[in-house]
């Protein structure tokens, strides 16, 4: 299913920040779309992303996330026609300190079946995981994420408006963050579509930050749909604000496993 | 000339295309039909938490079974309650294009609220069918998605096989959506999916006896989907496929049906126990494509089919040598797609075209034509040619001969030759029978010159 493999993985920064807490984000660059991974299948990417100009200095014992290469592995298992469960593995390299782990979630995800016949695809994620705090101060997070999507002709619209919640760090009294997510591509042909990303970080939902202190980062991606196994996705990413990271590029390669399981379907 | 109609795109049923006139005045009580059939709204149970809402044939699904013979023949008065038009085309028949039952060849349909007679003489013999021709496009209420379709049985001299019992098994899938396929287009899926109207464990069970031989006639009415069938312990014994007897009965373990194809065969009851005839992919079996067997005296829970091989070969089925025919004309008939957007069905084309913009064959009348269905496409087509059957020649490079069909899977990458014989003059439509590939432009007109 074609967008099983281009939008299933996915989705926005963790924790990219407070107002008043730094953090290193960028490690899982993506738009989630609402399908899941079919049952008995495996869906394995390795998000890949450079920041070519971002934060030089630390903060409050964060490390700088100029010059930062962070890749992600996320394993995602789908569990019945409507459920699935994806884990990731977080780490960062950068000079002079070699590969670093920085964390582990766990995301389970439930979607409205096709079955439903809904004029738009739905699901809801939610995102439990430990980050180290040399990488981001708020070690202990959560993150509830809605997921719609709408697929017409050649034209494809996602939306995410995820809402996060710091369990353990200095943003714990800070309540509930915004960080919406969207994309929107066009198929030029079967193979290559193209299109634009957003993700950004309001801060707390009761008490947005000023446009000065929200990260907005806007990323031009394109999606190649080679064949039905594999799911490539890359970008360039512009941050405008004071708060985000100037430049970043991503990327994503993965590669389903259906475990000889469609084998005759 | 095709005719005006044959150019025009395929409409979802409205007016674009001729109607019969007079709805009203061919009810004559002096000359009554052999049947009727009336078109109407339903609701229909396909389990008891299971009700769906849709069009079919007298009330019931599958449509009544009509036993006709071969050479009588047979009138039959169709009454459209419907509030749109609608068409019975007669598949499998060779009968003349007015009363075929496509629009493309001239056929014309039955208005909303009207009725007509159709009168043919049954030919060839064997299993057919009845259903509905008209188009669905996104609509997924309209077309094969419906409950219009039944069996047609033209019974002929030639005795089908001694057999104890007749059993009529009519597959079909309900509740349909549209899911992103591993293509990259739109494809069609099914929420439920039933053999004679009923999902799994809601039908009365096939009653048999140890040692009976027993004549399943299965059809697969689906709109969309091949079907794989299989009863645990048993082997089939196939006699005939699309109605037409085969030159080998060779014993299988399964049976493949893509959309439209039909196959007879006996199974010797030779161990008694109660099972699951039904899909063998569990997939459709747990959306309730099955029904059960029941020997006598045998109780316990039904026993499904294990992990089970789906491979099937035409073949098998054919004579060992090749067809000694040469042909008169080849007709290459290329089979591709054309992307229209991952959220978007594909668009189909033969030989570079759609519908209504392909070329038409040309048929030349008692000559043999060597049909070369070439499908470089990613997915498989049952194909289907009106008025006429085929005879399979080769399939991926190797020869057979003796297996005459009207509908033939080309899959995917791989090409099928087969011979027609040009015997039965008038339009003659030509198409894949996957309902949203025929919508979407996989169809051509054969002529005769």
């Keep these: 299913m074609k967008y099983l493999l281009l939008t299933v993985a996915a989705a926005g920064m963790f924790v990219l920040s407070s107002q008043t807490a730094h953090a290193q984000g960028n490690y899982e660059i993506q738009v989630y779309g609402a399908d899941t991974v079919p049952p008995h299948s495996t869906m394995v990417e390795l998000h890949s992303n450079y920041t070519a100009d971002g934060q030089k200095r630390f903060i409050d014992g964060v490390d700088p996330t100029n010059h930062a290469e962070h890749e992600t592995v996320e394993i995602t298992q789908g569990i019945n026609g409507w459920s699935e469960v994806g884990f990731y593995i977080f780490t960062s390299e950068q000079s002079g300190t070699g590969v670093q782990w920085v964390g582990d979630h766990i995301r389970p995800r439930v979607r409205v079946p096709d079955s439903w016949r809904w004029p738009v695809g739905v699901s809801v994620s939610t995102e439990v995981g430990y980050q180290r705090a040399l990488f981001s101060p708020d070690t202990w997070t959560w993150e509830i994420r809605p997921i719609v999507d709408k697929t017409l002709g050649r034209w494809y619209f996602a939306v995410n408006p995820a809402l996060e919640r710091t369990w353990h760090g200095p943003d714990v009294n800070l309540g509930i963050g915004f960080s919406p997510a969207a994309k929107f591509s066009y198929d030029f042909t079967r193979q290559i579509s193209g299109g ?63 475990w000889g399981r469609n084998k005759g379907q | 000339m095709a005719s005006a109609s044959a150019l025009l795109p395929r409409p979802s049923g409205a007016a674009a295309w001729p109607q019969a006139t007079s709805p009203n005045s061919l009810s004559s009580p002096i000359n009554p039909p052999d049947f009727t059939i009336e078109i109407g709204e339903l609701e229909w149970e396909l389990s008891p938490k299971k009700k769906i809402r849709t069009s079919a044939y007298d009330g019931q699904i599958p449509g009544r079974l009509l036993r006709v013979t071969e050479g009588n023949a047979v009138t039959i008065e169709i009454l459209n309650k419907l509030d749109r038009p609608e068409i019975v085309h007669w598949h499998g028949q060779w009968i003349p294009s007015d009363v075929d039952g496509a629009m493309e060849e001239g056929s014309p349909m039955i208005p909303a609220g009207g009725t007509t007679r159709v009168t043919f003489t049954p030919k060839p013999s064997g299993l057919h069918w009845y259903h509905t021709h008209t188009a669905a496009h996104r609509d997924l209420k309209l077309g094969l998605y419906s409950g219009q379709f039944g069996m047609l049985l033209v019974e002929g001299r030639d005795h089908p096989g001694n057999y104890d019992q007749e059993q009529f098994l009519v597959l079909h899938d309900w509740e349909p959506y549209f899911v992103n396929s591993d293509d990259g287009s739109q494809m069609v899926n099914y929420a439920a999916a039933t053999i004679n109207g009923r999902m799994l464990g809601h039908a009365d069970p096939i009653q048999v006896k140890a040692g009976q031989r027993v004549l399943f006639h299965v059809l697969n009415a689906s709109a969309t989907e091949p079907h794989w069938l299989s009863l645990p312990g048993h082997q089939f014994q196939v006699i005939a496929l699309d109605g037409r007897p085969v030159p080998t009965r060779a014993n299988v373990d399964i049976l493949r049906l893509g959309p439209a194809e039909r196959i007879s065969a006996i199974v010797i009851m030779n161990t008694p126990g109660v099972y699951i005839l039904g899909e063998a992919r569990g997939a459709f079996r747990d959306v ?38 040469k042909p008169d004309v080849t007709v290459p008939l290329i089979f591709t797609s054309h992307f229209e957007g991952h959220g978007a069905l594909a668009r189909w084309r033969i030989n570079g075209k759609s519908f209504p913009e392909t070329d038409p064959v040309i048929l030349h009348e008692g000559f043999r034509h060597r049909l070369v269905f070439n499908n470089p496409s990613t997915d498989d087509h049952p194909v289907h040619l009106h008025r006429h059957a085929f005879e399979l020649v080769s399939i991926r490079g190797a020869a057979t001969s003796g297996i005459r069909k009207d509908v033939v899977i080309v899959e995917a990458g791989s090409t099928v030759e087969a011979d027609l014989v040009a015997d039965n003059p008038g339009n003659t439509l030509f198409h894949c029978h996957q309902q949203d590939h025929m919508d979407a432009g996989f169809m051509a007109l054969f002529r005769y010159v």
């Design chain 2, 288 to 325: 309730g494509m099955g029904t059960i067997v029941e020997y006598a005296n045998s109780v316990g829970k039904p026993q499904s089919v294990p992990e089970i091989r789906l491979r099937w070969d035409y073949g098998q089925f054919g004579d060992s040598s090749p067809s000694s025919y």
């Design chain 1, 196 to 258: 634009l990303e957003y993700y950004a970080d309001y801060g707390s939902i009761t008490n947005i930050a000023s446009l000065h202190n929200q990260q907005q980062q806007f990323f031009p991606a394109i999606d190649l749909n080679v064949s039905p196994k594999w799911e490539i996705n890359f970008g360039v990413g512009i941050g405008p604000t004071a708060a985000t990271d100037h430049w970043i590029i991503k990327g994503i390669v993965g590669r389903r496993f259906d």
